[in-house]
């Protein structure tokens, strides 16, 4: 059984930071690809951002890049979200999911076979 569960959301004004955290357990979590998806009310669920396993390798929606990182610390179990410059479009739900086939940084998310319960962001103008 393999385990997510994300931390770190929170409400924030425009142009502040949050940096959201996904502990994993239950599985070698450093053999497989991880990411961030959102989803807003009534909308579908965005690719946010992945990262490969060794942590070499990022991938980022448009709507986050220059913004977002994405992070992993092996040794930890720990995938990380650092979230600067917020805007009230940001305003979701934010998952973090695993892959386990560990070799492509996929964008949607059917291709990811594990989810957290998700955590609230939302950003006030």
């Known amino acids: 059984q393999v385990q997510l569960v994300e931390s770190g959301g929170g409400l924030v004004q425009a142009g502040e930071t949050l940096r959201l955290s996904c502990a994993v357990s239950?599985?070698?979590?450093?053999?497989?690809?991880m990411g961030w998806f959102r989803q807003a009310p009534g909308k579908e669920r965005e690719f946010v951002a992945a990262?490969?396993?060794?942590?070499?390798?990022?991938k980022y929606g448009d709507s986050v890049k220059g913004r977002f990182t994405i992070s992993r610390d092996n040794a930890k179990n720990t995938m990380y979200l650092q979230m600067n410059s917020l805007k009230p479009e940001d305003t979701a739900v934010y998952y973090c999911a695993a892959d386990r086939d560990g070799n492509l940084l996929r964008t949607t998310p059917s291709s990811y076979d594990y989810w957290g319960q998700g955590t609230q962001v939302t950003v006030s103008s």
């Open positions: 990262i490969s396993w060794s942590g070499r390798s990022t």
């Open positions: 239950g599985r070698t979590f450093s053999s497989v690809v």
